[in-house]
């Protein structure tokens, strides 16, 4: 997977693309970036990006053309490529939009806005719109840090374990069970048994359990969205039960 970024600040990718998964998924050739300086595709002497809002108001905005002239130059390769432009009034990123990208194109090029954002006018060079939460950012860069880190973690191979990307919070619909690591004992507190047991399959069954119980406790929306099987049916009216016990205990 290519992964390419047109930005003013190029130099923020420089630190996260060299470390951890991302460059090690790099070194495997599993991925590759490429950072782009949209001041390279302007044309006047002070390489200027943005300028006045037409109507006034507060703010400089991005201009259209050295945008487009940035994602044509970048296209000529002729790739599978997707061009993403970071917004808030895109679609909301999730981990299901993180697969669909992973298996639809072989390069992605991200546009990061700045300022107040970037003439409309460049939906013409645009696929899709996306936007990583309900907040503002002062830019698009630490979004498509997080679009790419969380794509990467996808590609088989980038991760040591293939089954780590396959067992976190989302990715069977759900929220990750519980971990633990050594000492057995901190503070008073335990490792629970089961999981020195040794039993594989008892340990399997508690996970999902875990999971089961974290999600209806911190998540309950994500439930809406997946078809439990037969068996996790009857475990999921169990852990009901048993928080409703709970809860009829404490008060
Ligand atoms: N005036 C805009 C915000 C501009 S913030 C508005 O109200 O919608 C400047 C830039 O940061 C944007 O152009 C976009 O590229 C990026 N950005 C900010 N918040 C973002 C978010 N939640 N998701 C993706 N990109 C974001």
Known sequence: MIFEVLTIFPSIFETYFNTGILKKAEDKALVSFRVFNLRDFT???????DDYPYGGGAGMVFKAEPVIEAVEHIREDNKNRKVIHLSPPG????????????????????ICGRYEGIDERIKC??????????????????????IIDSI?????GALGDENSSREESFSWGILDYPHYTRPRRIRGMDVPEVLLSGNHEKVRFW???????????????????????????ILFDKIKEELKHEQDKGN
Do not use: W
């Not at 044309?43 to 200027?48: A, E, G, L, N, S």
């Not at 060079?125 to 997080?146: N, T």
């Not at 990467?152 to 088989?156: F, K, M, Q, S």
């Open 91 to 110: 679609v909301p990123y999730s981990q299901k939009k993180a697969e669909q990208l992973r298996d639809s194109c072989e390069a992605m090029l991200f």
């Open 152 to 156: 990467t973690r996808l590609i088989p």
């Open 207 to 233: 996970r999902r359990k875990q999971a089961l119980r974290n999600t209806l406790i911190k998540r309950p929306d994500l439930f809406k969205d997946i078809k439990l099987d037969k068996d996790d049916k």
């Open 43 to 49: 044309h006047d002497r002070h390489k200027q990006v």
């Open 125 to 146: 060079v645009v696929d899709e719109e996306i936007s990583i939460g309900d907040y503002i950012l002062s830019g698009g860069e630490l979004a498509a840090l997080v």
